[in-house]
């Protein structure tokens, strides 16, 4: 600003407001005091001017004109913030607050964020994507109420200890359980009601109890 305000006072370069008038080519069509000119839109100018906005104008007349900032604008659309080029906001030393009713985050391609903590607080959090992949040396989840629908679920796991105070399972058609070696202990009573029960033993079959009743 410096640097245009004392070229102005040499005579080279003329500021004042103007419209836009429509994009050609890269450049913007601006009407002037003095006429139409075409118009870059400065690296300093962090929103996007469009067709109708009130802008000011650097223009040096030989024909190297800039738009350097957009004044008022006229569509009710919302207003597009940026460079051309790469962009870094905010300072690694400071904080950076984004407040917003609605904020909103698109990426044409990949969306990275990294941080030491990430702390997210929401009453309602929705995640949709074709693959999910997370990976980490511990995860803790903590729910007072989780509901799970799977199409198909695969588990494996080196080891896994569960507690829980009341488990109900409901197997609709079929379960297979396979395993090297199983132990079943019960506290109290162990009831098993079935059409048909059938155990099948290569070798012995043991049942130790104080009283035995069949039939």
């Given at each position: 600003m410096q640097t245009a305000t004392r070229l102005m006072a040499q005579g080279q370069v003329n500021m004042e407001y103007a419209e836009v008038v429509q994009w050609q080519d890269d450049?913007?069509?601006?009407?002037?005091?003095?006429?139409?000119?075409?118009?870059?839109?400065?690296?300093?100018?962090?929103?996007?001017?469009?067709?109708?906005?009130?802008?000011?104008?650097?223009?040096?007349?030989?024909?190297?004109?800039?738009?350097?900032s957009v004044l008022v604008r006229v569509a009710e659309s919302p207003a597009h913030v940026g460079v051309s080029g790469p962009m870094v906001l905010g300072d690694a030393e400071n904080d950076l607050d984004v407040c917003g009713e609605s904020v909103h985050m698109v990426a044409v391609e990949n969306l990275d964020i990294a941080s030491a903590r990430l702390n997210m607080a929401a009453h309602t959090t929705t995640v949709r994507a074709d693959i999910v992949d997370a990976a980490g040396s511990q995860a803790v989840v903590a729910f007072s109420s989780l509901k799970s629908v799977f199409s198909s679920l695969q588990q494996t796991a080196g080891r896994v200890l569960s507690r829980f105070k009341r488990v109900y399972t409901r197997i609709d058609e079929f379960e297979d359980e396979r395993v090297a070696r199983k132990r079943l202990v019960v506290a109290s009573n162990f009831d098993i009601s079935s059409d048909r029960t059938v155990i099948h033993a290569d070798k012995n079959v043991d049942v130790k109890a104080a009283k035995i009743n069949l039939g």
């Open positions: 450049r913007l069509l601006v009407k002037m005091s003095s006429g139409l000119c075409l118009a870059s839109r400065a690296t300093g100018c962090l929103v996007a001017p469009e067709p109708g906005d009130r802008v000011l104008v650097s223009d040096d007349g030989a024909g190297e004109a800039y738009i350097l």
